[in-house]
């Protein structure tokens, strides 16, 4: 098998707090404050000039003039040149995020890594690789009988307020783009308006193999159930004694479940082989050429499930597979967003993936203000915040060790009050 690239899984060390006031709630809001309002332009004032807001602060901050006084003003959609003022207008920073699972924890989906950054479920699962689920009619059955269990608790489950903190922070003007290693779909579900670049695709879609052509997750789930009623049955079963209502591996354990950190649900001696999935529509349809001319193929049983004689038709979830090269167009866009970007905010994420490290390493390599909201440690964060300066307070880098969910509608609401 050829080498690739798989997911750091060695303990990582617990994070060093920047500043060191950020190691308290109210000191990691101001520090992250600073850092999403840093003016990315330098503006000179005169010393009469007085503070851009005068807002009351929420509970246990000082005021805005005292903990943002070069910052705040960059809030503001314009900024006059009056008698106290003179120079430029300070620009609204352009801050790129890149999040991970820790993001959606709230929504019900588990981030599968404790705070040392090794996996909490199931330590010697090893994935279905891309080229096993393309070359492998069996290993294709056994993931998607896994993933049609699997699938329901990603089906119900809705963004949280950390993925609507991200909406209002764009509608505040200060974050411009979103990378997600999320395949949940939660970050353009709960702002559409915010361009987000979907790092390792997304599970709401199926795309084949031969065509391309997508198709929607939840018409894929009723075909599968259509063509394995005993599977169908199971599952309602499962829903029954409530198994799937949880994330936690040791409830499952009890119920007889393992969940996997690809979202699939292992079932002890499953009879995987019995499980049928259905053939791609369009080429059954129209089947096509390959790019050496020789025609498609695509056979079904008699209730239209995909068969072995077939080379082509074969749907895959649209997620980056482990083994799986991300798409040129989709890689390309995430460094573009790196490089146009002023400074970069990971949320929710280990960086365990090499995908997602590589653009934090991008940044740095670019000498933009690095920050991290996570909690637990991070794959190389001792080297993006080698060089960082005692005297820094949040604005050139910060490093939270707190909940996404708790903590960036807190960010919001003291963003809010500032620009008030």
């Known amino acids: 098998m050829p080498l690739l690239r798989i997911p750091y899984t060695d303990p990582l060390p617990l994070p060093k707090i920047i500043p060191h006031s950020a190691s308290t709630a109210s000191g990691a809001i101001a520090a992250l404050v600073e850092f999403l309002t840093a003016a990315s332009s330098t503006t000179t004032t005169s010393p009469t000039s007085t503070p851009a807001s005068t807002a009351s602060s929420p509970a246990g901050f000082r005021s805005s003039s005292t903990l943002f006084p070069h910052h705040v003003a960059s809030l503001n ?109 939660f970050h353009p579900a709960a702002h559409p308006a915010l361009p987000t670049i979907e790092l390792h695709g997304y599970l709401r879609a199926l795309v084949c193999l031969t065509c391309r052509t997508e198709y929607p997750r939840s018409e894929f789930q009723s075909q599968l159930a259509r063509l394995n009623p005993a599977w169908a049955a199971f599952l309602d079963e499962i829903l029954a004694t409530g198994a799937l209502d949880t994330e936690h591996p040791d409830e499952r354990r009890k119920k007889g479940l393992k969940t996997n ?103 740095k390599e670019n000498r933009m203000p690095i920050g991290i909201l996570n909690l637990g440690g991070v794959r190389g964060e001792e080297a993006f915040f080698a060089d960082v300066s005692p005297e820094n307070t949040g604005r050139m880098a910060v490093r939270c060790s707190e909940s996404a969910e708790k903590m960036l509608p807190l960010v919001v609401k003291a963003l809010e009050g500032y620009k008030r």
């Open 77 to 185: 959609s314009s900024t006059q040149d009056t008698p106290g003022h003179r120079g430029t207008e300070p620009k609204k920073p352009k801050t790129v995020l890149l999040t991970g699972a820790g993001v959606s924890v709230a929504s019900g989906l588990a981030d599968y890594r404790g705070p040392n950054g090794t996996y909490t479920l199931n330590r010697t699962y090893r994935p279905i690789y891309y080229n096993e689920f393309c070359e492998s009619h069996e290993f294709r059955k056994r993931y998607f009988a896994r993933s049609f269990l699997g699938w329901t608790n990603l089906h119900k489950a809705r963004p949280n307020g950390a993925h609507y903190a991200v909406r209002r922070l764009h509608e505040l003007g200060l974050v411009e783009k979103c990378v997600t290693q999320n395949v949940d779909s």
């Open 261 to 363: 950190p690809d979202g699939d649900v292992d079932i002890p001696d499953a009879p995987y082989t019995t499980f049928r999935y259905p053939a791609c529509p369009t080429c059954l349809e129209k089947p096509g050429r390959r790019a050496n001319d020789a025609q498609v193929e695509v056979k079904t049983d008699s209730d239209g499930a995909w068969t072995t004689g077939s080379n082509g038709g074969v749907l895959k979830p649209a997620v980056v597979m482990f083994g799986e090269s991300i798409p040129v167009a989709t890689k390309t866009a995430a460094e573009e967003a790196i490089d146009e970007a002023d400074r970069v905010l990971v949320i929710g994420s280990s960086l365990a993936t090499y995908s997602a490290w590589r653009l934090v390493k991008r940044a």
